[in-house]
C-alpha cells in the first residue's frame, strides 16, 4: 500500500462543475497536507496547505482535512477551462524530509 | 510569498556532454532544497536532498556520480547531469522552503526540461 493515494483520473467536466478531488493517507503523523497545481511543462504551484484537520478556503477552492479517516480533499467551485491541469495532494510531518506526494489527477473543464 | 527560480527552463545536449541546472531562492533562505525528476503523465520522484554546506542525501537507485549536487550558499543549489545520456532525458524540478517557515511546506521552480540527443 502506498502512503497516499490519489486517482490520478483524468477527470473531465463541464465549465461551471464542483470538482471534488481527493486523496487517502497511511501516516498518522502527517500534519501538513497541500494541495499543488501543476500546469503541462511547469513545475508544481501551491494552491494551499492545511495544517492538521479542518477547513480551509480560498476563493474558489475549499480544502478540507479528515485525519480521522485519513483522507484529504480539494473542492473547486464554478471550475473554469483555467483550471485544467494536474492536482497533486502532498503531505509532510514536522520533520524536513518526509514529504509525500500522490500521483496527481489529470483535470479537464470543458467550455 | 516565498519564490523559487529555476534556470535553464529547457537545454538541449549531446550524449556525454555534462549539464547543470541551477536553483536558486530569490527571496529567502534555504538550508535544505530538494531535486524531483519527472516522467510524463507521472507524480514527482525524490531524487536527492541537497544541504547547505554539507554532502547531498541520494534516494536509492539515483547515481551520485551522475547527478551532482552542490549547495554553495543559502540561496542556490545546483544539479550536474555528468556525461548524459538520451535515458537522462526528463524534467528536473526543484523546491525549497524558507528556513524561517514554521511550516513544512515547499514551493517549486518552474523546472527544466532536459533532452539529451
Known amino acids: 500500500q502506498k502512503e497516499v493515494e490519489q486517482d490520478p483520473g483524468p477527470l473531465s467536466v463541464p465549465e461551471g462543475a464542483i470538482v471534488s478531488l481527493n486523496c487517502t493517507y497511511s501516516?498518522?503523523?502527517?500534519?501538513?497536507f497541500m494541495w499543488y497545481r501543476q500546469y503541462s511543462r511547469k513545475g508544481p504551484e501551491l494552491l494551499m496547505y492545511t495544517y492538521s484537520s479542518g477547513n480551509k478556503e480560498d476563493g474558489r477552492f475549499t480544502a478540507q482535512v479528515d485525519k480521522s479517516s485519513k483522507y484529504i480533499s480539494l473542492f473547486i467551485r464554478d471550475s473554469q477551462p483555467s483550471d485544467s491541469a494536474t492536482y497533486l495532494c502532498?503531505?509532510?510531518?514536522?520533520?524536513?524530509?518526509?514529504?509525500?506526494f500522490g500521483a496527481g489527477t489529470r483535470l479537464t473543464v470543458k467550455p | 510569498g516565498a519564490v523559487v527560480s529555476q534556470h535553464p527552463s529547457w537545454v538541449i545536449c549531446k550524449s556525454g556532454t555534462s549539464v547543470k541546472i541551477e536553483c536558486r531562492s530569490l527571496?529567502?533562505?534555504?538550508?535544505?532544497m530538494f531535486w524531483y525528476r519527472q516522467f510524463p503523465k507521472q507524480s514527482l520522484m525524490l531524487m536527492a536532498t541537497?544541504?547547505?554546506?554539507?554532502?547531498?542525501?541520494?534516494e536509492q537507485g539515483v547515481e551520485k556520480d551522475k547527478f551532482l549536487i552542490n549547495h554553495a550558499s543559502l540561496t542556490l543549489s545546483t544539479l550536474t547531469v555528468t556525461s548524459a545520456h538520451p535515458e537522462d532525458s526528463s524534467f528536473y524540478i526543484c523546491?525549497?522552503?524558507?528556513?524561517?517557515?514554521?511550516?513544512?511546506?515547499?514551493?517549486f521552480g518552474a523546472g527544466s526540461r532536459l533532452t539529451v540527443l
Open positions: 527571496d529567502f533562505q534555504a538550508t535544505t
Open positions: 541537497s544541504n547547505e554546506g554539507s554532502k547531498a542525501t541520494y
Open positions: 523546491s525549497a522552503r524558507p528556513d524561517s517557515s514554521g511550516a513544512n511546506v515547499l514551493t
Open positions: 502532498a503531505m509532510s510531518s514536522t520533520n524536513n524530509n518526509d514529504m509525500r
Open positions: 501516516n498518522s503523523a502527517f500534519q501538513y
